[in-house]
């Protein structure tokens, strides 16, 4: 049975047209984050607002080294499922990109002590999910954060809580920096 013809000026064509538009544009930002992360993985379907792309442990680590950023674990470890490790396989490549764009926009040491790896709390925006990394606390990636972004209250368990101008939130959890990222904060 042939498809019944739509008016071009109607507003079935005009959702058409966005439909066709964000899946064009989806597909060449999916393209670009491919050739910027070799090894990713786009997680999503058309119907997602925003795909997310997930990276590889091999894939972090080097995006981090480049940049000099350092990472430990209490296990000297990177298995996923190792509380004691820091993995970043499942990563978001948003999150290592906004944790190269800290680096940069800092000019700060940064140590990454928490990734992917299971132990961590729960939720949409989780660790486990990619969104969150844990950095060492630094004096000057502290005042970085403190002296750059708008304070914005304590966080339900007590962090004091900072957000970037790109939306990205950075929680003081006493002896870390939990960073939740919603992007690459302007990569």
């Known amino acids: 049975m042939k498809s019944p013809t739509v008016?071009?000026?109607?507003?079935?064509?005009a959702k058409r047209a966005r439909h066709t538009r964000g899946t064009r544009i989806r597909s060449a930002?999916?393209?670009?984050?491919?050739?910027a992360a070799p090894g990713a993985v786009v997680v999503g379907s058309a119907g997602d607002a925003f795909a997310v792309t997930k990276i590889s442990h091999?894939?972090?680590t080097s995006m981090f080294r480049e940049v000099g950023i350092t990472?430990?674990?209490?296990?000297?470890?990177?298995?996923?499922n190792n509380s004691s490790c820091t993995s970043f396989d499942q990563l978001n490549l948003a999150t290592a990109q906004g944790a190269q764009t800290l680096k940069r926009a800092?000019?700060?040491?940064?140590?990454i002590t928490g990734g992917t790896e299971t132990g961590h709390a729960s939720g949409t925006y989780s660790h486990w999910n990619g969104y969150k990394l844990d950095f060492s606390k630094y004096t000057c990636v502290g005042n970085y954060i403190k002296?750059?972004?708008?304070?914005?209250g304590l966080r339900g368990d007590g962090a004091p809580q900072w957000r970037s101008g790109s939306g990205n939130v950075y929680a003081d959890?006493?002896?870390?920096?939990?960073?939740?990222?919603?992007?690459?904060?302007?990569?």
């Open 58 to 60: 091999a894939t972090a």
């Open 147 to 152: 002296n750059s972004f708008t304070y914005i």
């Open 7 to 13: 008016p071009a000026d109607s507003p079935a064509a």
């Open 71 to 80: 990472w430990s674990s209490s296990g000297g470890c990177s298995d996923r």
């Open 173 to 187: 959890e006493g002896n870390h920096w939990d960073v939740t990222y919603y992007n690459c904060g302007g990569c």
């Open 29 to 35: 930002v999916t393209a670009l984050a491919l050739v």
């Open 106 to 111: 800092s000019g700060c040491a940064l140590n």
